[in-house]
Each structure stands twice: as C-alpha cells, then as structure tokens.
C-alpha cells in the first residue's frame, strides 16, 4: 500500500507571497550600507511557505522516520532504550543549553563540577582510576584507548609493538579502528561455545602485542567466563587489555571491567545512559583506564582542587586533544541526570532487566528459530533464520517484514559468524506486553516463511517504499 504523500507535496512546497508571519520593517539604521561587491544581485530564492503547511510538513517527515518514541527498537548492540524526557527538561535550562564553550573557569563552575562529578560516576561503575569524557563517539573512544595504549609503548621506546587482538564476533568498529591507530589486526575464530579460546590468545601474545580489543559480553550477548585468565596471558605477554564498551549495559552494578583485567575502555553514554542515539549524532563515548594510562589521556581533564574545579591542561604525556572544546557538554549532562536517577541499586537493576528480557525472548522464540548458542545469553540474544532461509524467506525478507507491524528490524547479517543471524537486544525499559506482542509478530512470520516464503519477498506492504 503506497500511502504516502506525493513527493510534491513533501519537497516542493514553496508558493509565491505564502507566509507564515510579517515581520516589521527595521528601524535600525545600517552603520555602513554593504559594500556593491557583497550585495545580491537577486533575491535570495527562499521558500515560501506558511506556518500551518511547514508544521505539517516536518510533522510528515516525523512519521516516516522510526524512533524508540514510536514503538519497539530491538536494535542488537545498539541498546535502543527509552530516553527518559526529564533529562530534556534539564538540559534544556538555558544555564546549560547556553553555556558558550569559551567560558572563563570561574563563571562556569557548575557545568565544570557536572563533568567532574560525571567522570567519577563512571570510574566507580567501571573500576577504573582515570577518566576522560573528550571522545564524541564511541569509534572516537576506541581510538583514544588505542593511542593511549601505543603512547605508552613507545615512551617505554618499545617501538616493535603493533599487533592487537579481536575475536571474530567484533564489532565492526574494530578492526578499522586498529588501522587508524596505525595498528595491525590479530583476528581469533571464536570457540564452538562462541567465546574467546584462550589457547588461542596465548599462541599470539607475544613482544610484538599492543594489546587485546574486546567486549563482554561479546557480541553474541555471552559472557567471556575465561576473561580473567585471557586478561593475565595478555599482561604477561606486555599487552594491554582493551574492552569495547558497548555492552556495559548488562554488567551495571553486577561487576566492573577492571575486576575482569581490562585496562581502558570506552563507554557509549547514548547505549548505556539513555541519552539520545541515532541519526549521526551527536554521541558521547568516555574512556576510562587504570592508573597506569592515566598520564596519557587527551588534554584537558577537569580537576577538583578545594572545590574549585579547573582544566588541567599541564600533561606532557597525553596524546593531545581528541576534539574541539571539552566533549559534547550536553550528551554528557544527560548520562549525568540518568545516573544519578538511578543510583547505585537502580542501575543494577536496569542490567538485570536487560538480562531478563533477552532471556526471555530467547526462550519463548527458541521452538520458532535456531539459536546457535542456545544455553545461556546476557542483554541481548542472537537469532538465526537458516531454518527460514531453506524455506525461501532470508533474515532480511523477516526485517523487512517487521517494517509491516510498525516495529523496527533488528540487527541483520551480524555478527557475521552466525549465518543469517537476527541480533536482538530489547532493553530493560520494554513491558512484558511489548515483548509478547514481539514474540507474536515473530511467530506469525515464521509461519509465513513457512507457508508463502514468496509473500516476505515484496514486504513491507505498509512503508512509503
């Protein structure tokens, strides 16, 4: 069913003398009339267009786009949760949304203890004794763990090291992060059980090792139960342990990257901490390391002293800046708001209700498709529809089916060592109806994959394309 509007009516919606308010004639004299080079030649041609049709118009645009405030995201490794609105009320207040960047120290004490406070947060949840909240991204954290980790090397004038492991279920970000740091990839298959074999690990660290880059639970939503032991090869071998924290929300309050042998890690705030994801940005992605690395974070950190709170811009060891200004302040904020919300025992709570919901779906889904590793799951669980593929109907015709129901596809074809793999991770803040009402859909498509294969081909029959 095509039942959206013509693309006139959406891109072309300009009229002559169509307005949507007048404003008065300046009655401001120019100091200087511009100069004849800077003027136009013409009117600028600007749309005309009134107030009631551009509502509509965005409003429009609005309802062809898929959000977690329009219905369920079970995007895996994305962790699409709810946004709660009291964190858009608060940086919304014009003390924090008007903040100019190049703000003096003493006028903008309040922002600057935020960040402080923040940074600490995040080193108690992790374990971790340094903090930066600079990145923009989580990829930009990687890179920044990275660097930190080879600086390190190199002031030690260990210049032979350049080889970082990943296991084969790692997130793409990954291996390209690697290379921009000037890196080598040492890639692991993963086990029949799909965790890290650490027979593995020790055949391939050696002196040339940066370090090892992983996330646990891995991107199967299993945990690493031989972490520990991986983190000990590792350090013996010289090498620095590195965790991908995209998955730090199914560890909140349950245990710390720093008790499991990691040495940096970057969190991606709008996964964990609620703050808006998608759509290019603008993203946060913290990184947080063991005393040892601290020197080499990017300048400046915010320093407490007498509860004056500064930047400390004095460290010749750091890599340098990762971006302009200080991080994306009000991304930052809204992590900030959410964990205080939450506090130590809400968090907890939050990652133990991600477990349950996966678990959940991975139960009552397990009898309708394969699940490769079907023993035991953490946040999010990783479907297989090989079953429907040799019925005619691929993880991709299943996606698009889902469009039809107004819920958004999972993770498709990732990770790629799952053969039509589904990667699904519902959140904590989904209802138990939301989940059976997914668990429905679920079935019903499978049995259409089953019945009229053909059907999945040509959907979604209720999308604009």
Aim: aromatic content about 8%; proline content about 7%; some cysteine.
């Amino acid at each position: 069913m095509q039942n959206a509007m013509p693309e006139k009516l959406l891109y072309e919606l300009s009229v002559p003398d169509q307005r949507g308010v007048r404003l008065p004639k300046s009655d401001v004299p120019l100091a200087e009339p511009l100069p004849i080079g800077l003027r136009r030649a013409e009117d600028a041609p600007l749309s005309e267009v009134s107030e009631n049709e551009i509502i509509r118009h965005f409003h429009r645009l609005s309802n062809l786009n898929h959000h977690v405030d329009r219905d369920f995201y079970p995007l895996g490794s994305c962790t699409m949760k709810y946004n709660p609105k009291v964190n858009e009320k608060i940086v919304n207040d014009p003390h924090l949304s008007e903040l100019h960047p190049f703000t003096p120290t003493r006028f903008c004490q309040g922002a600057l203890e935020v960040l402080y406070e923040l940074g600490e947060q995040l080193k108690a949840i992790t374990g971790f004794a340094g903090v930066t909240l600079q990145p923009p991204a989580g990829a930009s954290g990687e890179l920044t763990g990275l660097l930190m980790m080879r600086k390190y090397h190199t002031s030690q004038n260990d210049n032979i090291r350049k080889r970082v492991i990943i296991p084969d279920s790692a997130h793409g970000t990954n291996p390209a992060t690697i290379h921009a740091a000037g890196c080598e990839v040492i890639e692991l298959k993963s086990g029949p059980d799909g965790t890290v074999d650490t027979e593995e690990v020790r055949k391939v660290a050696d002196e040339r090792l940066v370090g090892m880059m992983i996330t646990n639970p891995n991107t199967l939503g299993i945990f690493e139960s031989n972490i520990r032991e991986i983190s000990k090869i590792v350090h013996r071998a010289g090498g620095f342990m590195y965790m991908d924290g995209a998955n730090l929300n199914a560890l909140l309050g349950i245990t710390t990257p720093a008790k499991m042998g990691f040495d940096v890690m970057h969190i991606n705030v709008h996964k964990t901490f609620s703050t808006p994801h998608g759509g290019g940005g603008p993203g946060a992605g913290p990184v947080c390391c063991v005393e040892k690395l601290e020197p080499y974070l990017p300048t400046p950190v915010v320093r407490k002293e007498e509860n004056i709170f500064f930047h400390d811009w004095a460290r010749p060891k750091s890599i340098g800046k990762m971006q302009g200004y200080f991080g994306n302040f009000l991304i930052l904020a809204r992590a900030y708001a959410y964990i205080l919300a939450n506090g130590k025992d809400g968090l907890q709570e939050v990652s133990q209700a991600a477990i349950i919901n996966a678990n959940y779906l991975r139960i009552l889904l397990q009898s309708d498709y394969d699940i490769p590793f079907p023993d035991r799951c953490l946040h999010e669980v990783v479907l297989s529809a090989d079953k429907q593929a040799k019925q005619g109907a691929r993880a991709l015709d299943i996606a698009k089916r889902l469009l039809d129901f107004g819920i958004h596809a999972p993770t498709i074809y990732f990770p790629q060592i799952v053969h039509e793999a589904m990667m699904i991770e519902p959140t904590e803040t989904e209802t138990k109806e939301t989940l059976d009402r997914f668990v429905d859909i679920m079935r019903q498509i499978a049995k259409e994959a089953e019945e009229k294969p053909e059907f999945l081909h040509d959907a979604p029959y209720t999308t604009p394309i």
